[in-house]
Antibody, heavy 124, light 107 residues
Framework: EVQLVESGGGLVQPGGSLRLSCAAS????????MDWLRQAPGKGLEWVGR??????????EYAASVKDRFTISRDDSKNSVYLQMNSLKIEDTAIYYC???????????????WGQGTLVTVSS | DIEMTQSPSLLSASVGDSVTITCRAS??????LVWFQQKPGKAPRSLIY???SLQSGVPSKFSGSGSGRDFTLTISSLQPEDFATYYC?????????FGQGTKVEIK
């Protein structure tokens, strides 16, 4: 059974930093792209970024709203993906989900499987 | 960025009804579209990928169609567990983008 478990959320002041972790099990982690997505309270879904797999040299993509502030990394030996968030803003307040990417027919979509999410609150 | 526009934003329906949600992309995305269902307090769940392929384990009452810019999700014979919010996402190009969501509520 595929499992994704996020951790590391909490309350942080504007301008602060936080590192989220996502531990994966039940699939060959190293084969898969991994995404981070978020959902602000009462709002819709937003894709945050992606880590490709080793075959694509772990390259990353980011939404414009987080580029240059957030960094995605992974450790295949620990079946884990991370989201380092710096220079946090009030508008970064959201539930953050990690999701397993699924590649088919030349494209890779988010969320073949999702974690339960971890809440990040940015407030003074 | 590719903008995804869903309609309607709110859909009121009764148990047993069939409903259709539409998603329009601001430019051609071929079949690079996935549909998600989200229930309150839960993580989203993928239903349909590549515009019309049913995710494993998802009942066949859910069906998707379309290509290019226009897509639909149809849910037949609505049951109480189907009342939820539905999102489309394009994965043709970065950044991946979502529609704003369609809430299906009980009439």
């Amino acid at each position: 059974e595929v499992q994704l478990v996020e951790s590391g959320g909490g309350l942080v002041q504007p301008g602060g930093s936080l590192r989220l972790s996502c531990a994966a099990s039940g699939f060959t982690f190293s084969d898969h792209y991994m995404d981070w997505l978020r959902q602000a309270p009462g709002k819709g879904l937003e894709w945050v970024g992606r880590s490709r797999n080793k075959a694509y040299t772990y390259t990353t993509e980011y939404a414009a709203s987080v580029k240059d502030r957030f960094t995605i990394s992974r450790d295949d030996s620990k079946n884990s993906v991370y989201l380092q968030m710096n220079s946090l803003k009030i508008e970064d307040t959201a539930i953050y989900y990690c999701a397993r990417g699924q590649c088919i027919g030349g494209g890779c979509y988010s969320g073949a499987s999702w974690g339960q999410g971890t809440l990040v609150t940015v407030s003074s | 960025d590719i903008e995804m526009t869903q309609s309607p934003s709110l859909l009121s329906a009764s148990v047993g009804d069939s409903v259709t949600i539409t998603c329009r992309a601001s430019r051609d995305i071929s079949n690079g579209l996935v549909w998600f269902q989200q229930k309150p307090g839960k993580a989203p769940r993928s239903l349909i990928y590549a515009a019309f392929s049913l995710q494993s384990g998802v009942p066949s009452k859910f069906s998707g169609s379309g290509s290019g810019r226009d897509f639909t999700l149809t849910i037949s014979s609505l049951q109480p567990e189907d009342f939820a919010t539905y999102y489309c996402q394009q994965y043709k190009s970065y950044p991946l983008t979502f529609g704003q969501g369609t809430k299906v509520e009980i009439k």
